[in-house]
């Protein structure tokens, strides 16, 4: 591959970071396949024998609960030959997994359990006391609030410190239930995105695409909403979801950005979720028994659009919704997409989350139609010799740094992508 | 409260529903048209055995009405389309079809008939980007079954298909339609139509931009 000097540049970057496969093999081996990855939500395994398979990296994985109710991450490889041992997305594999090729089993924790005719492995190393003979877990498996992550690599930092500021997409999401848990929605929307990964990252934190890209939405909804306020009727939240998106630039550049070490990152809050509703006074209430007036009113308030966890997750914690990245190629990437319930809420207040993951969220999307179109023809214009560089000078040099947090003073000021090319170059250089 | 808390309870910005003057491009552009303006044009000719004549039975009115709902969303007719459907009427296409709720469910598609106003404004707007790119579909609709007939109610069920042309990709949907359809006098109106795909649960190769 090509040497890595001279690619990024504190305001522009070369746009082979995009689109070369050598640099996106090292994406894979020096960020995904050593950094802790988001695996799915402890709901989603809830009976011993529940699985899920996950890609992380280039590595296909299970994640599975045990029978002693641990959940572990292991290598969807029989250590046999090699075939999948899981051959559907999800399930339960009872107390034991089976390889369809010559019946090996295996516990639940990866131990060997069973080999078919045992003893035409006497005299050979290939025995059940061999580590080989088992499935490989992940070297680390750690969860926060009920959401799961695995490392492959036994260096680095505890979850905890990967996720640094950043864990709030998890304090945010949970601590607006007011039993202080969710649950997950058991649909998985996929949609491929046919650009790299990066362009999804950056797009999250970018503040002004939206009323560009998602205008004729914005408008549409608009539209709707006003003509049901001349009548006097009180448009739904759901409508607002859409509008806002045609707000303009100068209402745009208003909202701030966060950025944290390691390519975190917040966009703040802007939609106003808390109508004057009897579903909602109802809910606050509920808010206030749980945890006080004080503390309550500190979780409601939280300001947050979303919180991008470097470099794959981008949770929409106020909505209880999370879209999660699974690189195939330089120019192709996976996104999934799935929701989550608040525990203890009524069935309106979960329904105003699920209007937004319905109408922005699913793969009948009035948002991101246009957003994926916007980031098929990136992919494309970045693999044309018309010019080696992407700019990212909006803004440059006036940001807020208070340690080691970049505060945008504008909303749309490129710090999200020069903070993620911060933390994108201290990967790839280790 | 930690730092961050109350640094994210600092600057609180809540758009309101005001129009903008004008959103980004149109404040740069406001004639930035990638394509002409939408018009709907003349309707398809309806069957010569459609509402009215004698000796058409309900099971041939069904599926003209039917077949003239998908020449509707393969001409682009969108209001047209709209107008099948009763005021309180729904289009719905969950992901799984154990879903019975549209309301309390995480579908595809939950949209009433307000919504899909918002959805015909968004695609027909010139700045939709992402219909700049060539884009239409054909349907075909079969095995019509009518389960259940009331003199006010019919429930139908049918099969389609659907070809989707993009760019210079093609993109292949299949399901069961089942619709909730109203007598009214000749004709029908939409209360349900569920629509269950086959590939609902597959990867999308981009998104779905309009009903199927």
Not at chain 1, 88 to 113: E, I, M, P
Request: proline residues 5%; hydrophobic residues 35%; charged residues 20%.
């Amino acid at each position: 591959m090509q040497p890595l000097e001279g690619l990024v540049e504190s305001d522009r970057v070369h746009r082979t970071v995009y689109t070369d496969q050598a640099i996106f093999d090292r994406e894979m081996a020096n960020i995904w396949e050593k950094t802790w990855v988001y695996c799915g939500h402890e709901s989603q395994v809830k009976l011993p024998g529940d699985f899920y398979t996950v890609q992380i990296g280039r590595q296909p994985m299970i994640m599975v609960r045990g029978m002693d109710k641990k959940i572990r991450v292991l290598y969807n490889r029989c250590p046999h030959r090699g075939v999948q041992l899981c051959g559907s997305r999800q399930g339960n594999t009872g107390s034991t997994f089976v390889c369809s090729y010559h019946a090996w089993t295996f516990h639940l924790d990866g131990r060997v359990k069973g080999i078919p005719l045992p003893r035409g492995y006497d005299g050979t190393r290939m025995n059940p006391d061999n580590p080989d003979c088992s499935m490989k877990g992940a070297a680390q498996v750690d969860s926060y609030r009920g959401f799961v992550f695995a490392k492959l690599s036994p260096q680095g930092p505890s979850l905890l410190e990967f996720l640094g500021d950043a864990k709030i997409a998890f304090d945010d999401m949970c601590d607006r239930s007011p039993l202080g848990e969710v649950e997950i929605v058991p649909v998985c929307h996929r949609v491929m995105q046919h650009s790299n990964w990066k362009f999804f990252m950056e797009n999250q934190l970018d503040a002004l695409h939206p009323s560009v890209t998602h205008q004729s939405t914005g408008i549409a909804a608009g539209r709707a909403e006003r003509a049901l306020k001349a009548q006097g009727t009180t448009p739904p939240l759901y409508y607002h979801y859409l509008s806002t998106f045609a707000s303009s630039f100068d209402q745009w550049d208003s909202v701030q950005t966060v950025n944290f070490p390691r390519g975190h990152g917040i966009l703040k809050g802007y939609m106003g979720l808390r109508p004057d509703d009897p579903d909602t006074k109802e809910y606050v209430a509920s808010m206030y028994k749980a945890y006080g007036e004080k503390k309550a009113e500190e979780f409601l308030a939280r300001n947050i659009h979303h919180v991008l966890i470097y470099p794959y997750l981008s949770v929409q914690s106020p909505l209880q919704q999370l879209r999660c990245l699974r690189p195939v190629a330089p120019n192709k990437t996976l996104s999934e997409i799935w929701h989550f319930r608040l525990k203890g809420v009524s069935d309106p207040i979960y329904r105003r989350a699920l209007w937004y993951f319905n109408l922005v969220n699913s793969p009948a999307t009035m948002i991101n139609a246009d957003d994926l179109e916007n980031w098929s023809k990136g992919q494309w214009g970045l693999e044309s010799n018309g010019l080696d560089w992407v700019s990212f000078h909006r803004n440059h040099g006036g940001d807020s740094i208070e340690g080691d947090v970049t505060y945008s003073k504008n909303g749309t000021s490129e710090a999200v992508m020069r903070s993620q090319f911060k933390a994108w170059t201290e990967y790839m250089r280790a | 409260m930690s730092k961050l808390d109350s640094r994210l309870l600092d600057e609180v910005v809540i758009f309101e529903n005001q129009e903008a003057k004008s959103t980004g491009a149109q404040s740069l552009a406001p004639d930035h048209t990638p394509r002409q303006l939408h018009r709907e044009g003349a309707l398809p000719a309806r069957s010569a055995l459609g509402p009215g004549v004698q000796h058409s039975s309900l099971q041939q009115r069904v599926e003209q009405f039917l077949f003239h709902q998908s020449e509707l969303l393969d001409g682009k007719h969108w209001s047209a389309y709209i107008e099948l459907f009763e005021a309180d009427g729904v289009y719905w296409m969950p992901v799984t079809p154990e879903q019975t709720e549209w309301l309390d469910s995480a579908s595809i598609f939950a949209e009433d008939v307000s919504m899909m106003q918002i959805r015909m404004g968004r695609v027909t707007h010139p700045n939709a980007w992402s219909q700049a790119p060539n884009w239409g579909t054909s349907h075909l609709v079969g095995n019509v079954v009518i389960e259940s007939a009331t003199a006010t109610t019919l429930v139908v069920r049918s099969r389609f298909q659907m070809i989707e042309m993009r760019r210079d990709l093609l993109r292949h949907f299949a399901g069961t339609y089942r619709h909730t359809l109203k007598l009214h006098g000749d004709t029908f109106k939409i209360a349900l139509q569920r629509v269950d795909m086959l590939n609902a649960q597959a990867p999308f190769d981009y998104v779905l931009q309009i009903w199927v």
